[in-house]
C-alpha cells in the first residue's frame, strides 16, 4: 500500500509545482489529496506516525495513577502518570495477542488485558502473564511499545516515530515566538468534541484563513474583526508554524469580556488577539480572557474529529457565574463553528471530490494557507 501510495502522490507532482510558486501566482492544492484513500495512508506514515504531536493537558491526568487513552489515525496509546509523577505513554497493545489494556480514562494501579488478563505497571512494562511459565521465550523487561513523549506549557506531545527530531528543536521556535501566551499559567476548562464530514486539511486551512472571516463571519465574530485586506499579517516560521496578531474582541455575544483578563496582557487592550499554529493540526487563538487550542484529527479521508481546549486565567474558575459564563461562550465559538464554518467545508469537501474541480488562484490573505499547503507537501516528499 505505502509503494502505491507514494506512486499515487508522485503522479501529482505537475500540480504540486502550481502551489509551490510564489503566492501571488500559486494555485490550490489538487481536489485528490483532500478524498484519496491511498494519500490518507501516505499521509499517516509520512506526517502523524513521523513528526511531535500534542495528546492533551498534563492536567487531564493530574494524579499518580491517572491515564487517558485515544487513538491518531486508528493508533490506539495509553498516557499514564506513573507513581513517581511522571508521566509515561506507549501503545494500547497488549503484548500476547494486540488487546487494548485500557479504555476511556480513570484511575489505575495498573493495566489488565480483558483477553488472557496479561498485567502491565504504569509505564507499560509486562508484570504478569498467567499460565506461561512453560513458555521458552524469555519475557523479561518485556514492555508495550513505549512512545517518545514531551511536555511544553502544559501540553502534552507523543511521537509514534522511535527517532523523531528532538522536542527541544521541534518546539524552539514556537516556544521563542508564543511563549507569552503563557498556556502554563492558565487552567483548562473543558474539551469539546465535534465531528464535521470533510478532509482533516480542509479544517486546519479554514481556521487558518483570514481571507474568508468578514464575509463567513460577518454576523459573529467577523463583525468586529480588523482585517487590512492589502497587508497580510502573518509571521511565517520554520516546518509550518505560523503567527499573526489582529485586532478584535473577546469571544461571547457583542464581543463583550466575560472572564478576567489573562493578567500577563494586563495593560494590552480589550482588543488584543493573537493566532499562531503548530504543523500539521495545531492552532491556537488568543484573546484578552482566554486562549484555545483546536486540534485536527483525521477519522478517514472525509471525516475529522475538532478537539476545542479552552483555557481561562485561574481566577476566572472563582467567579460565581462561571458555569453561566461557560456555557454562553462555549455557544458562541461553537454555533460559529456548526452553523458557519462546519457547512462550509462539507461544500468544500464536496467541491474537492469532484472530476470536475479545477484548484483556483490563491488570495494575499492566504499567505499562511499557502506556507502551510508548502509544509505538507515537504513532508510527504522528504
Known sequence: MNARSNFRFSELQEQFELTRKPLAQ????????????????????????????????????????????????????VIARDRD?????????????????????????????????????????????????????????????PLKSAEWRGWIFISFNPDPLPFAQFIETCDKEFWWFKTDDCRLAKKEVLEIDCNWKLLVENIIDIYHVPVLHRGSFGGYMKIDRDKSPFTLLPRGGWIYEQESKPHSKGGKQMFPTLPWLEGMGAGTSFKAGIFPNLNLSLRYDSIRMWQLWPVSPTKTHMYMYTLFAKSAFDQPDYEKNYEEYKEFILRAITDEDGPMVVKLQQAVSSPFYQPGPMAPLEEAVHHLMNEYLDAMTR
Open 26 to 77: 500559486a494555485r490550490q492544492l489538487p481536489g485528490v489529496v483532500y478524498s484519496d484513500p491511498e494519500i490518507a495512508a501516505f499521509e499517516k506514515e509520512k506526517i502523524f506516525l513521523m513528526t511531535w504531536l500534542c495528546v492533551g493537558r498534563v492536567e487531564e491526568i493530574p494524579n499518580p495513577g491517572d491515564y487517558m487513552t485515544a487513538e491518531i489515525v486508528g493508533e490506539p496509546f
Open 85 to 145: 509523577g511522571a508521566v509515561s505513554a506507549f501503545m494500547n497493545m497488549c503484548l500476547h495477542r494486540g488487546v487494548p489494556v485500557a479504555s476511556g480514562r480513570g484511575n489505575a494501579k495498573d493495566f489488565s488485558c480483558p483477553y488472557h488478563g496479561w498485567l502491565y505497571d504504569l509505564k507499560g512494562k509486562l508484570i504478569a502473564s498467567p499460565q506461561m511459565g512453560k513458555s521458552d521465550v524469555d519475557m523479561n523487561n518485556w514492555h508495550m511499545r
